[in-house]
C-alpha cells in the first residue's frame, strides 16, 4: 500500500481583541460575551460589564478569550484577597462578591433544574454559610522542582498541569497558614526530595500532615522530617501507595459533629473539608427530618456515621450502609464508642441490586442520602420501592442532584425545601440540601 503524505495541522496564535458586554455566567463561573451572535467565555468576567478581551482559542460553536481590561465594572465585583488567584486553579470567584457568589450558586441549581423541566417556584431556605475565609480543613499540595532543583509548592495552574508556588491560601485553615514556606525551606535538604509526590493537609483535633513517598525514608531525611513536625506541631504520616505510617506513635484521630459526639477517623479517610458547614449541614438535616422516637431512619453513603450518629440520638432505629467496608467497620466503632446502641452499619454497592440484603426487606420511615457526585439514581430506582414518606438529598453536584430529582418528582415525591449550603467559598463549587415528601403512591 502506497503511503502519502500528510501535513500535520499547525497551531494558529490567535490574537483577535475584542470589547464586549459580559451577559451572564456559565455553570463553571465563566463570563459569557456574544461575538457576531458566538458565545465567548472570559474567565474572571461578570455580567454587565463591558470588558476587553484577547480571544485565544476559536472554536465552531464557541470562543474563548483572556480578559485584558474592565471599561465597565459590575457593582459584583470585588478586590481579591489572594496574591496567587489569576494563576491558581484552587479558587475562581475571588473577584465577585459574597453575597453575589451565594446568588450565583442558587441561580446555578434553578438553571439546571429547568433543564430536567422542574419548572416550579423552588422552596428556598435560608442558605448554610461559614467564614468565607480559613474555612478549609483539607487539601492536597503539589510538589515539582524547576530547572535548578529548587521545589515549587502549591496547588495547579488553570487548565494547566503546572503548580503555581504558592506562598499562603487564604481558604486554608489558620493552622496551615506557614506550610508552604516551610516545606519550601525542608525539600531541598532531603536526600529524597525527588520521591515526595504529593503532600495532604488535615486540620482536626491535630494538625496533620500525610508525605506521598513511594520510596522507603532514610534515617537522615527521616529526622528532618521530625524538626519539621516539632517545630509546626504537626503529625507527620507517610503513605508508600500501600500503608500509611505515622512518623512518632499512633494518635487517635477525630473531629467533633456535636457537643457529645466524635466522628473518629483514618488520614485515607473521606470527611467534609468545611468544619462549620458540615455541622450546620448536620443539625439542619435533623431538623428537616423531623425525627421522632419511632422513627427508623435509612443511611445511604454513610461514611464514617457523619450524619448518622446524631441522628440515631434522636430515633428508634438507624441503619447505616456504604460501598467500602474500613469505612462501615470505623461508623460501626464511631457509635459504640459515642455510647450509641441503636445503630447497624452494613456495606453494600448502591449502584447494584441490593433490594435481597437482609437490612432492605424491614420498614423504614426516612431515609437520608449523600451520594458522591455522580448521584444516586441507581439507588433511588430502588429506593421507590420502599414508599418511604420522606427523602433528605444531601448533593455535591447540583447536574446529578437535578437528575435524581426529576426521578423523584416523576414518582409522586415533591420538593418540600432547599437550601444552598457554600461548602467552597470563593470557588464555583456547589453543595445542596433538598427535602422531598411523598404525597401520592409511586407510579
Not at 453575589?100 to 442558587?106: E, F, R, V
Not at 503532600?199 to 494538625?207: L, Q, T, Y
Not at 450518629?309 to 464508642?337: R, W
Not at 449502584?351 to 426516612?366: E, F, G, P
Request: charged residues 20%; aromatic residues 10%; contains cysteine.
Amino acid at each position: 500500500m502506497a503511503n502519502f503524505f500528510k501535513a500535520s495541522a499547525k497551531k494558529t496564535t490567535i490574537q483577535q481583541n475584542l470589547t464586549v458586554n459580559v451577559a451572564r455566567l456559565d455553570q463553571q463561573g465563566c463570563g459569557v460575551a456574544f461575538h457576531n451572535k458566538k458565545p465567548v467565555f472570559i474567565e474572571g468576567a461578570l455580567p454587565n460589564e463591558t470588558v476587553e478581551v484577547k480571544v485565544y482559542q476559536q472554536k465552531s460553536k464557541f470562543s474563548k478569550a483572556k480578559l485584558i481590561n474592565i471599561v465597565s465594572r459590575s457593582d459584583a465585583r470585588a478586590e481579591v484577597k489572594c496574591r496567587h488567584y489569576f494563576q491558581c486553579g484552587g479558587c475562581n470567584l475571588q473577584h465577585m462578591d459574597y453575597p453575589h457568589q451565594l446568588t450565583y450558586k442558587q441561580d446555578k441549581i434553578k438553571q439546571l433544574f429547568a433543564r430536567e423541566a422542574l419548572n416550579q417556584d423552588l422552596p428556598w431556605q435560608s442558605h448554610i454559610v461559614s467564614q468565607p475565609w480559613q474555612y478549609r480543613r483539607k487539601a492536597r499540595i503539589g510538589v515539582q522542582y524547576d530547572k535548578r532543583g529548587m521545589p515549587i509548592i502549591g496547588f495547579r495552574q488553570r487548565e494547566s498541569s503546572h503548580l503555581v508556588d504558592i506562598k499562603s491560601c487564604s481558604v486554608l485553615a489558620v493552622a496551615f497558614d506557614d506550610i508552604f514556606l516551610e516545606l519550601k525551606a525542608l525539600l531541598p535538604s532531603l536526600s529524597g526530595k525527588n520521591n515526595v509526590g504529593h503532600i495532604e493537609v488535615i486540620a482536626a483535633n491535630e494538625n496533620i500532615v500525610v508525605v506521598r513517598q513511594l520510596v522507603k525514608l532514610t534515617a537522615q531525611d527521616k529526622q528532618h522530617w521530625q524538626r519539621f513536625a516539632n517545630k509546626n506541631n504537626y503529625l507527620i504520616y507517610f503513605d508508600d501507595g500501600k500503608n500509611i505510617t505515622p512518623l512518632g506513635a499512633e494518635q487517635v484521630l477525630f473531629y467533633p459533629i456535636s457537643d457529645t459526639i466524635n466522628i473518629e477517623f483514618d488520614v485515607n479517610n473521606f470527611i467534609q473539608v468545611n468544619h462549620q458547614v458540615n455541622k450546620l449541614m448536620v443539625e439542619q438535616a435533623q431538623a428537616w427530618l423531623t425525627l421522632n422516637a419511632q422513627d427508623i431512619v435509612l443511611d445511604l453513603f454513610c461514611g464514617l456515621g457523619n450524619f448518622s450518629l446524631p441522628i440515631a440520638q434522636q430515633v428508634s432505629q438507624l441503619v447505616g450502609i456504604e460501598g467500602v467496608q474500613s469505612m462501615v467497620d470505623k461508623a460501626q466503632a464511631n457509635a459504640e464508642k459515642n455510647g450509641m446502641t441503636n445503630c447497624q452499619f452494613h456495606q453494600a454497592d448502591l449502584n447494584s441490586d441490593w433490594q435481597a440484603h437482609q437490612w432492605a426487606k424491614q420498614k423504614y420511615t426516612k431515609v437520608l442520602l449523600d451520594p458522591a457526585r455522580a448521584g444516586a439514581y441507581q439507588a433511588l430506582l430502588q429506593l421507590l420501592n420502599f414508599n418511604i414518606e420522606k427523602v433528605l438529598y444531601v448533593s455535591c453536584d447540583p447536574a446529578s442532584l437535578a437528575r435524581d430529582a426529576k426521578l423523584l418528582i416523576d414518582h409522586g415525591y415533591k420538593i418540600e425545601k432547599i437550601a444552598l449550603m457554600d461548602m467552597f467559598s470563593q470557588t464555583k463549587h456547589v453543595e445542596t440540601m433538598v427535602m422531598f415528601s411523598l404525597y401520592t403512591q409511586a407510579t
